[in-house]
Each structure stands twice: as structure tokens, then as C-alpha cells.
């Protein structure tokens, strides 16, 4: 299966597929052979990369849709 990634409402961005997540220094971070994982994008989770639903507490409201890049 390709990786599909889905920005939830106001909550965490889902990881669907064979993915390996690395931390800053390049070491495997385990996801527990979960076939999807939720990665925090609100910034508050207390157990980062990782999503704990800390966005619905703290009230992230995220932008409503994906911003085209424009090419250089």
C-alpha cells in the first residue's frame, strides 16, 4: 500500500502504510507495528511525534485546507 497521510479536522495528521518515523538524531522511532499512527500537529501533545488528543483540550483550530506552494 502507498502512504497516505490525512490532515484531520483540527486534530492530528494520520499515517496510513509502510512508513519508518526517525526522531531529529536519525534514531527509528517505534510505532508498535500499528498499521496507522497519528502524529501531534497541534504542538501539545505530551507524547510527541505521537497525537494523545491533547488538540481537543487546548482548543487548535487548524487551518481548513492544504495551501498550494507556489513554484520558484
Known amino acids: 500500500m502507498a502512504v497516505k497521510i490525512t490532515a484531520r479536522p483540527n486534530g492530528p495528521y494520520l499515517v496510513e502504510g509502510d512508513v519508518e518515523l526517525h526522531d531529529p538524531t536519525g534514531a527509528r522511532v517505534d510505532t508498535g507495528g500499528r498499521p496507522v499512527i497519528a502524529l501531534c500537529r497541534c504542538g501539545g501533545s505530551g507524547s510527541k511525534p505521537f497525537c494523545d488528543g ?19
Open 54 to 72: 491533547t488538540h481537543g483540550k487546548i482548543g487548535f483550530k487548524a487551518a481548513e485546507a492544504a495551501v498550494a506552494q507556489a513554484k520558484k
